[in-house]
C-alpha cells in the first residue's frame, strides 16, 4: 500500500509524520512546512495539531539521546518498548524517532502498531512496510524514541483505534477523526 502523504522535501518529516500516524488532510500545509525548514519540535507539533482541531497531545513513551554499544540503546529500542498485547483488535498511531545513518540527521517516522506487527509509515518511503517491531533497526541505524498520542483531556488515555485488518492497511479509512 502506498504511503499516503509524502514528502518531497529534507524537511517537514514531523508534520508528515504526525498526519501519516493520525491520517488527517488539514494538518500539513505550505505555512507550516516552511516553518519546517530548520526542523521541528514537538510543542510545535503539539501546537499544529490543536489548531488543525484535534485535542491530542504527543507524548513521550521512550527517549534516548546516547548511542551505547554494550546496552544497545539508540541502536536498537529495548524490549519493554514493544511489548504490546490487547485482547482486542486495536491499533496505536505513534511516532519514532530514527537516523537512517550517521551521516544523516534524525527523522521522524509514523508508525501503527498491533498486537501482531508494526505498520511503517516513513513519508520518504513510497509503500508501507509490515514488520516486526525487532525488523525496524534494518531500515534505520539508530532508533532513538518512541512517542504516543494522548488525548488532553487525559481522561481517555493513549489514541488507538478498534479496527478490522483491512482498515490497518488502508489509510483511506483509517482516521483519529
Not at 142 to 159: A, M, T
Request: glycine share 4%; hydrophobic share 35%.
Amino acid at each position: 500500500m502506498k504511503i499516503k502523504y509524502k514528502q518531497t522535501q529534507p524537511y517537514g518529516c514531523g508534520m508528515y509524520a504526525v498526519a501519516n500516524a493520525l491520517n488527517i488532510d488539514n494538518y500539513i500545509s505550505l505555512d507550516r512546512l516552511q516553518q519546517s525548514q530548520k526542523g521541528n519540535s514537538y510543542n510545535q507539533l503539539n501546537k499544529w495539531l490543536e489548531e488543525s482541531g484535534y485535542r491530542y497531545n504527543i507524548e513521550c513513551m521512550y527517549h534516548t539521546v546516547f548511542k551505547n554499544e554494550e546496552t544497545g540503546h539508540g541502536l536498537h529500542l529495548p524490549k519493554e518498548v514493544f511489548f504490546y498485547s490487547d485482547s482486542k483488535e486495536k491499533t496505536i498511531p505513534i511516532l519514532i524517532n530514527v537516523q537512517k545513518n550517521k551521516d544523516s540527521k534524525t527523522h521522524l517516522v509514523a508508525a501503527w502498531l498491533t498486537n501482531d506487527y508494526l505498520i511503517l509509515l516513513d513519508s520518504m518511503f513510497d509503500e508501507m512496510k509490515f514488520l516486526k517491531w525487532e525488523e525496524l533497526s534494518s531500515y534505520y541505524e539508530s532508533i532513538y524514541g518512541v512517542w504516543i498520542f494522548q488525548h488532553q483531556d487525559n481522561q481517555s488515555g493513549y489514541i488507538c483505534f478498534e479496527a478490522n485488518k483491512e482498515s490497518h492497511i488502508n489509510q483511506e479509512t483509517f482516521t483519529a477523526a
